[in-house]
Antibody, heavy 119, light 112 residues
Framework: EVQLVQSGAEVKKPGESLKISCKGSGYSFTSYWIGWVRQMPGKGLEWMGI????????RYSPSFQGQVTISADKSISTAYLQWSSLKASDTAMYYCASSGGGWLQFSYWGQGTLVTVSS | QSALTQPASVSGSPGQSITISCTGTSSDVGGYNYVSWYQQHPGKAPKLMIYDVSNRPSGVSNRFSGSKSGNTASLTISGLQAEDEADYYC????????????FGGGTKLTVL
């Protein structure tokens, strides 16, 4: 069974850095794309970007390019989403999700990581 | 970078059919057969319901179907049930200078 388990909720201050994680299990981690989706409070889904752990090929939405970094450590089957300097507007639920194959749809989802940025 | 356009809300009675539209452009919905639909219940992660315009993943009820005409994709739910009440999002591959995926703004389905 494919499972994606995300790290726990975070409360940070503006300007701080953060790296959240998503650990995959039940499949060959290097064979499926893993992406990140943002959902701001009371708002819709936003596709942020995606990485292929097999070769670290990474694609970003123009809205998030340069704002976040997506990475993966295939030795521990874990993908990451990181910020170097958080803003209050980064407050949101962040989901990792995997395609189960190509990168154009997400078949498997993590439980979400709530990030709160407040002074 | 604009989100695909969906109606904010739709409603229907149990047993009825409803259709949710998702309008894009020739650079996304109209240009490729890579439209997906997701269902999200409050406080839960989204669930893939349709991919590649009209394909259902294993385990998804055949009451859910997808189609596309021009720049508009549609999700139809037949035989509405109370548990279908949720938010629905479309997504599409898009390619201009770079390739990525874009979501629609979401549609709240109310089962009356």
């Amino acid at each position: 069974e494919v499972q994606l388990v995300q790290s726990g909720a975070e409360v940070k201050k503006p300007g701080e850095s953060l790296k959240i994680s998503c650990k995959g299990s039940g499949y060959s981690f290097t064979s499926y794309w893993i992406g990140w989706v943002r959902q701001m409070p009371g708002k819709g889904l936003e596709w942020m970007g995606i990485i292929y752990p097999g070769d670290s090929d990474t694609r970003y939405s123009p809205s998030f390019q340069g704002q976040v970094t997506i990475s993966a450590d295939k030795s521990i089957s874990t993908a990451y989403l990181q910020w170097s300097s958080l803003k209050a507007s980064d407050t949101a639920m962040y989901y990792c999700a995997s395609s189960g194959g190509g990168w154009l749809q997400f078949s498997y989802w993590g439980q979400g990581t709530l990030v709160t940025v407040s002074s | 970078q604009s989100a695909l356009t969906q109606p904010a809300s739709v409603s229907g009675s149990p047993g009825q059919s409803i259709t949710i539209s998702c309008t894009g452009t020739s650079s996304d919905v109209g240009g490729y057969n890579y439209v997906s639909w997701y269902q999200q219940h409050p406080g839960k992660a989204p669930k893939l319901m349709i991919y590649d315009v009209s394909n259902r993943p294993s385990g998804v009820s055949n009451r859910f179907s997808g189609s596309k005409s021009g720049n508009t994709a549609s999700l139809t739910i037949s035989g509405l049930q109370a548990e279908d009440e949720a938010d629905y999002y479309c997504s599409s591959y898009t390619s201009s200078s770079i390739s990525y995926v874009v979501f629609g703004g979401g549609t709240k389905l109310t089962v009356l």
